[in-house]
């Protein structure tokens, strides 16, 4: 069985083109909507840097730049917040480039569209016997302990090919995502037996469905390469993780202790700001009020 590392590498995909949030996005990246006074992707790269993450790989597209801009130094601010006193902000700036070593990679054209593809273009990047961590650009998370650190501790227990982090939602819910059954039987009870994509509630195996927290071997880059396309000309994680499966490598679907938020549109991004401001001591008291008042009209 082939034994890994510490997981020191996190791949962020963030090639997307937030469409469901145009025209907002038409300049910038859906990544970097504020969640409050930080953007979305911050999170992320908190999240994988309090889980022992040391570089981030950030797979953008052309006209991502911003996104490169944010985790770079700014000297002109920087100078403006010294001169004027704001010692507690040029503090905050100038943390950000300091989070962890960060890289850079574009996503090709000619590369299919999916979930899977940040996979074929990272596969240089990490080394053949080396874990990492893949994230998806639009979901959030709030845990005691980092949603990414309890996949890469699954990980090391266990040594499967992949972890994938899922959460129980309402039965309603089940369409929207992509959901697993489970091998009965298995030595780790959480063995995934299959993944399948936004099927019917009266047809999905469970209510447990996928988030976009894993932890990766090398396998599933190789296997990300020889997976073919499949439902509308993607290549989906989920066909990519069932290979592995079909080849008899065990892929687990860990549920998480914590909650997983989605900002995959303006509803759910709304109520993921205001779960995010809920957290905050500065905010919550007079934000709960705001609230009140406003139902009460």
Known sequence: MKQYSKVTKAVIAAAGYGTRFLPATKNQPKEMLPIIDKPIIHYLVEEAVNSGIEEIILVTRAGNHIMEDYFDNRSELENELEKNGKLKYLEIVQSIPQMANFVYVRQKNHLPYGNGSPLLTVKELIDNDEAFVYMFGDDLTLSKTPVTKQL?????????????????????????????????????KYTMERGYEKLPKDQAPSNKVQFGRFVFSYDVIEAAINTATGKDGELWLIDILNGLVDAGKTVIAQPIEGEWLTTGDPLRYLKTTLKFAMERDDLKDELKTFIKDEIMK
């Open 152 to 188: 890469i501790d699954v990980y090391h227990e266990q040594h499967p090919a992949a972890v994938l982090a899922v959460q129980e939602v309402p039965w309603s819910e089940v369409e929207r995502y992509g959901s697993v059954k489970y091998k009965e039987n298995a030595p780790y």
